[in-house]
């Protein structure tokens, strides 16, 4: 695939727009024109966070509803709610552990039947890949590595124009030294785990 429309969703705090900025950067130094853009996004812990990537020439950041060819969810409920943004024959990597939303950790709201939106996601694609991404990243050393377990699988897929060694070499170059050898250890699970 010479082109890629990403989009990426997620709550505050997962690390949905470093991710973002890795993706971006590795396609920059992989020699693909590459647009970016953060859709909406709150800054604080729990808000919804969604951003784009698209590599290959595209002139705007925005995606619009039936477009994207990779849907990222860093949680299943936000992946749910991003499925419109989807086309009908697009891929999706999502993480298949929850992060309840303040209403839900409060008591006040109930988080939909994990089993109902898997459901609904799979109907709605024709490649889906859950990943334990947050059992992933703690096997890795820290849960905070949860989004490279997701790009991990993303970059194994060999649905980008560019491999998993890019990836690598981008959390080498991007990444403050003492998190690299962490953050390399949660991609190359998340590959592993997407492969299987």
């Known amino acids: 695939m010479d082109k890629a429309r990403i ?4 709550v505050g705090g ?17 020699g693909a024109p590459v647009t970016s853009g953060e859709i909406h996004g ?5 808000g919804v966070v969604e951003s784009t990537v698209l590599i290959g020439g595209y002139a705007s950041p925005r995606i619009d509803h039936g477009e994207a060819d990779i849907l990222l ?22 993480n298949q552990d929850i992060l309840p939303p303040p209403g839900v950790a409060l008591g006040r709201e109930q988080y939909p039947e994990t089993a109902d939106m898997e459901t609904k996601i ?13 059992a992933l990243a703690r096997q890795a050393g820290s849960v905070l590595t949860a989004n490279m377990v997701l790009l991990g699988a ?7 124009p560019f491999g ?3 990836l690598e070499r981008s959390i080498r170059s991007y990444l403050k ?3 690299v050898d962490i953050n390399i250890a949660a991609a190359h699970l998340g590959r592993q785990a997407g492969a299987a």
């Open 7 to 10: 989009f990426l969703a997620g």
């Open 14 to 30: 997962q690390g949905t727009l470093t991710a973002t900025t890795l993706l971006a950067r590795t396609a920059l130094d992989e």
């Open 42 to 46: 709150m800054a604080q812990r729990g």
């Open 73 to 94: 969810g860093f949680e299943p409920l936000e992946t749910l709610r991003a499925l419109p943004y989807l086309h009908e024959t697009g891929t999706i990597f999502s």
């Open 122 to 134: 799979r109907a709605c694609a024709d490649t889906v890949t859950f990943l334990p991404c947050f």
């Open 154 to 160: 993303l970059f194994g897929a060999g649905v980008l």
């Open 164 to 166: 998993f060694d890019a």
């Open 177 to 179: 030294p003492a998190i």
